[in-house]
């Protein structure tokens, strides 16, 4: 990373420096050595780890704390009312929202990668940093979810590499400018924020035409509203996608083994290159690999070469992971937040050897069940039982026309067996009660749920 913006500034303090971008950011200016302070409302896993770097973090926030930073950084849960946002608004210290920040910090790299979509970007952009890492890129890294390889979230490079997810609530990925921009699909989310679908397209839109003149716009083919973007958007594109010869970079011959990994012949317009077998789960993940391959040819990488490395790579954390098994019962978590992830995870899993496939649920936000509700009672088709908790709102007004409990009434009455329970440890007693010897428990949505699997894989050992 070269200067730029940040010559000169020698401290920065982050307003909710526990989140996963925002203290990925800090770790990175830390690395560059930058003091790094921050505040936050609760102590998580992240908080220890950045402590153990040597930053200084502390809840909650508190304007006496804060000094005289050269830089504040925000996350967009913070408002001009925070005790911290107004104390350096009053002292006249700049104050820059995160996502300002990283598009800041993209600028001083040439080649920087911005990987979007509704689904799958953080798992795809897990698997582009494991490739950029074996092809010797030594790229710097930014992503939404931790991976092993990376021992976290980020890593700081030494090159004219960047990589981030870029996200599209708020319209965070806006702000960035980068030298490839990957569309990997458009669903209808974040209804609080975009309202209807014309909005979400026409920021998509937005963000494939701040892509550099002299870069590449990389996009689904089979995904309608992401094609339809993509054919409006002013920049050089390329397309990818299943069984279709006329497409720049397309898989042929795609056959998912009874792990749910797939593998299929990759061809490049129209020409054979090699064969290519993923280390991660489900037919979404042959998409989201094709965005990564047709990333890393317009880099100049040896695709044969990149492709040898795909059958190592299984993805980022809470993305079809296994949490471990006993009494032959495998424990996943899932991030699937959205009926389109629920659907498609469980339709991964239905593809694997079982007996019943449990479904346990926490959604997030009201707003998102009230606008798809009817969706998010069909993607629970493919489970034998589905297990839906409360419903995790951390940013809207409580909405008494939508629940987990109609939820689970819902798909009960329409679609598959339904059981509603509203706590936690209720809902790891029943599985832990009902799950045999053969079954898959998929743990999906909200990360407060996932925190049942290890204590329910403890108590299936002793069983």
């Known amino acids: 990373m070269k200067a730029g913006f940040l010559q000169g500034i020698k401290h920065v303090h982050f307003i ?40 200084h973090v502390y809840i909650p926030h508190d304007a006496s704390k804060v000094g005289k930073p050269d830089l504040v950084v925000y996350t967009a849960a913070v408002h001009p009312d925070n005790c911290e946002y107004a104390y350096a608004v009053s002292k006249e210290i700049p104050v820059m929202d995160r996502a300002v920040l990283l598009g800041k910090i993209m600028e001083e790299f040439k080649y920087s990668i911005a990987i979007s979509g509704a689904h799958g970007k953080t798992t795809t ?29 980020v890593k700081s490079g030494n090159s004219d590499y960047f990589l981030t997810e870029a996200c599209e609530f708020n319209g965070s990925f806006l702000k ?32 494939a035409d701040k892509i550099d003149k002299d870069g590449f716009l990389v996009a689904c083919y089979d995904d309608i509203p992401t094609r339809e973007v993509a054919k409006k958007a002013s920049r050089n594109v390329v397309y990818y996608g299943l069984n279709n010869l006329s497409l720049d970079y397309t898989a042929m011959n795609m056959t998912i083994d009874t792990q749910g990994k797939p ?43 990149v492709c040898t490395h795909l059958s190592f790579v299984h993805g980022a954390k809470r993305r079809f992971d296994l949490i471990g098994e006993a009494d032959g019962i495998k424990v996943y978590s899932d991030y699937a937040h959205h009926p389109t992830e629920i659907a498609v995870t469980l339709e991964t899993a239905s593809r694997m050897k079982h007996n019943k496939l449990y479904a346990a649920f926490e959604a997030h936000t009201f707003s998102r069940v009230r606008v798809l509700f009817e969706e998010f009672v069909q993607s629970f088709a493919l489970a034998d039982i589905a297990i839906i908790a409360d419903i995790y709102n951390d940013r809207e ?34 599985l832990f009660e009902h799950a045999k010897s053969g079954d898959i428990v998929m743990v999906l949505g909200s990360k407060y749920l996932e925190t049942i699997c290890k204590p329910l894989l403890k108590r299936l050992e002793k069983r």
């Open 16 to 55: 909710g420096i526990n989140g996963t971008s925002m203290s990925g950011l800090a770790i990175l200016l830390s690395e560059k050595g930058i003091k790094i302070t921050g505040s936050d409302i609760e102590h998580t896993a992240t908080m220890d780890k950045l402590l153990s770097m040597g930053i």
């Open 125 to 153: 952009t897990t698997l582009a940093a494991y490739l950029l890492e074996k092809m010797g890129y030594d790229a710097t890294i930014h992503n939404g979810g931790e991976a092993e390889f990376l021992n976290g979230n």
């Open 176 to 207: 960035l400018k980068p030298y490839i921009g990957v569309i990997l699909n458009i669903d209808f989310d974040h209804v609080d924020w975009f309202k209807t679908f014309d909005n979400m397209k026409r920021s998509f839109l937005e963000f």
């Open 263 to 305: 593998s299929y012949d990759l061809y490049i317009k129209g020409n054979f290159i090699c064969h290519v077998q993923l280390g991660a789960e489900g037919q979404h993940n042959a998409l989201n690999s094709l965005a990564v391959i047709a990333v890393m040819g317009l880099l100049g990488a040896d695709l044969t070469e």
């Open 397 to 430: 007004s409580p909405d008494s026309e939508v629940s987990g409990k109609r939820l689970a009434q819902a798909i009960n009455k329409n679609v598959t067996k339904a059981i509603y329970l509203p706590s936690y440890q209720a809902i790891e007693d029943y």
